[in-house]
């Protein structure tokens, strides 16, 4: 990232130019440009087989698109690149994760805490929506017709969404928004197949991890509840342990006080007896109560 920094700082890039802003953009704007620019540019979302060269570009692309996020979308970083135009003198770089994730990417969009619900709301604000219909031709033109890409780069899309693209892309050409490229295939059965069981493989890839997850959650669970269980066992026994000999130590006194007394009548003392059975049964019934 170091060297991406020294390139940005030496060449006088303008980072508005480079997330295709206006100096004037606002959070929303740079927002939303950062996440349009994450679809199209990032290379994870490259076509698996381009060469080294264009994968090399598109990393150092991507870099430079972060490092501009980074710095515009903080108010004090912001302010002291329009002040001073230096990419280093804006901020401290000290990371060198280059790694995307849409996980990091929904955190740094919504907030560092993400949930199912919170991508559930942005798909159903997303989907269907004109936002939606208006990447899907730009990916069409960017890519010049290409549907694999178009359905590799919209986010949260899945196979089923084959017919609904290519029918905003025919509407697109008819209506003259975009022109109509020799790469642009509207028969999309075997590939729509294809992705289908792809995305049934993951799926059930994705059910046996959360299944051994769970599995695993209940283990630990159950073990906590036989140590709890423990605990209070032997937090019973201890106080029955305790009672039982305030008890039996109280019967013994009374018994010793008895015999000291009718021992004094002798000439040697007696040693403690056990008590009776049926001085036994009247402690139990003292303890437990009366058996019904």
């Not at 060469?51 to 980074?70: F, G």
């Amino acid at each position: 990232m170091s060297n991406i920094l020294d390139e940005l700082e030496e060449s006088g890039e303008d980072l508005y130019e480079i997330l295709k802003l206006d100096k004037t953009a606002d959070s929303k704007d740079i927002k939303k440009n950062y996440r349009k620019l994450a679809l199209k540019c990032h290379p994870d979302k490259l076509k698996k087989d381009i060469s080294e060269e264009e994968l090399k570009k598109a990393n150092i692309l991507w870099q430079k698109i972060s490092i501009s996020y980074d710095i515009l979308s903080n108010e004090k970083s912001r302010a002291k690149y329009d002040k001073t135009g230096s990419v280093k003198d804006s901020k401290e770089y000290n990371y060198t994760d280059d790694d995307f994730s849409w996980e990091k990417y929904f955190e740094l969009l919504y907030g560092n805490s993400v949930d199912e619900e919170k991508i559930s709301n942005f798909e159903k604000k997303y989907r269907f929506s004109e936002e939606e219909e208006k990447e899907v031709c730009d990916l069409y033109v960017q890519s010049k017709g290409d549907l694999e890409f178009i359905m590799d780069n919209i986010p949260l899309c899945t196979s089923e969404d084959y017919p609904r693209f290519v029918e905003i892309i025919n509407k697109a050409i008819k209506e003259k928004k975009v022109k109509k490229y020799k790469k642009f295939n509207s028969d999309y059965k075997e590939a729509m197949k294809v992705r289908k069981d792809f995305e049934e493989k993951e799926r059930k890839k994705f059910e046996k991890a959360q299944a051994k997850e769970k599995k695993k959650d209940k283990e630990n669970q159950k073990d906590n509840i036989d140590d709890l269980a423990l605990i209070i066992q032997n937090n019973r026994k201890r106080r029955l342990d305790d009672t039982l000999n305030n008890i039996f130590e109280k019967y013994s006194k009374t018994e010793n006080k008895k015999r000291q007394k009718s021992n004094k009548k002798g000439s040697k003392k007696s040693l403690p007896e056990e008590p009776s059975e049926e001085e036994f049964l009247k402690l139990q019934e003292k303890l437990f109560g009366k058996k019904k």
